[in-house]
């Protein structure tokens, strides 16, 4: 094969995504999914040439392991095993030691792992999937590109909690952030729609997916973003609760849950879930509203209040605006939504492009609204963030 290609892998506690990427283009010509490892119906599944293909996992070794191996044998299969000239693998935590994307060795994979109390689901998750790839692949180098990377700009103002200084100095405790490829990829995106250098460009991303969080880039860079310690933090999401009064949490212990309890309902109970009673998914939430239920009323109307909150709070950390960047799932998709958020940011002076709202869906980016006071836009870019780990995997190179 004359191209190139990453593959692309993203390992959580009990499945594997992956991707084969064209480095040049980010298009995938290959994707799947490994799904309910550690259980009887662990499975996976792909897609090739709009094909889907999905087998069971059988065994009952280590599953992450049983799904590269097999991976192995699909990429030789299709014929992409000569084209491969990197794997790249997503870790959701880099903590205060990795500001950019490093090539992986035995000391990268366990500084990864020491990390893990900073994210107990998934760094350890992403250090099985490493070892897993490096000795199925040994022969080809591996890169880990960071979710909190892109954020490591931010200045301490931004990510200082206001609690004592021993909780950064010896836990680590400040404000992280999330999304960090996401971020990056739609920026200079976005930079190129409106024909700005990035490093003279201002935009406040939202990224809103079942996962959600917004962030203030100022020259390409990070200076502020809602997800914190951990991605609980922030904006509301599927179940997740977002910001929340700390004082609640030593409420409910007192009320006699427990520790496993609170935080249970806190990450996998909560947001669209908890206040709609109903479901966690966006477009179930539109679909019962009009049917007229309440609770999936509220549901969205907190939603999208917070959403332009915090976008209208975020002008502080800038100095002007270019644009308002609306990625994710449901920041692509889901016109209702932008919308709305649009509606609550009047005071901006945004006024809707209903033609390019409407327009702006399933795959498609532009230009929705406009501010003439602050001179800015508001946009739709579809993410790619699998496009932004082949790419710096490559550039290691």
């Known amino acids: 094969m004359n191209n190139e290609y990453v593959l692309v892998i993203n390992s959580g506690s009990s499945s594997l995504k992956f991707a084969v990427i064209n480095s040049a283009s980010g298009d995938a010509v290959l994707s799947g999914l490994g799904e309910c490892f550690g259980l009887e119906d662990a499975r996976m599944s792909w897609k090739y040439q709009g094909q889907k293909t999905e087998i069971a996992i059988e065994g009952e070794e280590n599953h992450h392991k049983i799904a590269i191996g097999k991976l192995v044998g699909l990429t030789e299969e299709l014929g992409f095993t000569d084209g491969i000239v990197a794997i790249g693998h997503r870790i959701v935590h880099g903590g205060e030691k990795f500001t950019q994307t490093v090539r992986i060795s035995e000391e990268v994979t366990k500084e990864i792992e020491s990390l893990s109390d900073l994210a107990p689901l998934h760094n350890p998750a992403g250090a099985i999937g490493i070892r897993a790839a490096v000795e199925a692949f040994p022969s080809l180098p591996q890169f880990a590109v960071f979710d909190t990377a892109f954020h490591q700009t931010m200045p301490k103002r931004a990510y200082t909690g206001a609690i004592a200084k021993e909780l950064y100095t010896d836990f680590g405790v400040r404000r992280y952030g999330f999304h960090g490829t996401s971020h990056y990829f739609v920026s200079r995106e976005a930079a190129k729609m409106i024909n700005k250098p990035i490093e003279e460009s201002s935009f406040i991303s939202v990224h809103l997916g079942n996962g959600a969080s917004v962030c203030a880039i100022k020259d390409g860079n990070s200076v502020d973003t809602s997800m914190g310690f951990t991605p609980l933090s922030g904006l509301m999401m599927g179940t997740r609760c977002g910001d929340l009064d700390p004082g609640i949490i030593e409420y409910l212990l007192k009320k006699g849950w427990s520790q496993e309890q609170v935080f249970n309902s806190l ?131």
């Not at 908890?274 to 939430?285: F, N, Q």
């Not at 327009?359 to 929705?368: K, L, Q, S």
């Open 267 to 397: 990450n996998k109970e909560s947001g669209f879930l908890g206040v709609s009673g109903l479901t966690s998914d966006a477009r179930g939430i539109l679909e019962a509203m009009e049917e007229g239920h309440e609770g999936a009323t509220l549901a969205f109307q907190v939603f999208t209040y917070r959403v332009a909150k915090y976008v209208a709070s975020y002008l502080a950390a800038l100095d002007s605006l270019d644009g308002i960047i609306f990625t994710g799932g449901i920041g692509e998709n889901s016109l209702p939504i932008r919308r709305e958020i649009l509606n609550n940011l009047k005071i901006l002076g945004f006024v809707e492009d209903v033609a390019g709202n409407e327009g702006a869906r399933f795959g498609a980016d532009g230009i929705i609204a406009k501010s003439e006071m602050l001179n800015a836009v508001a946009m739709v870019i579809p993410t790619n963030e699998e496009f932004v780990i082949a790419q710096q995997s490559v550039e290691l190179l």
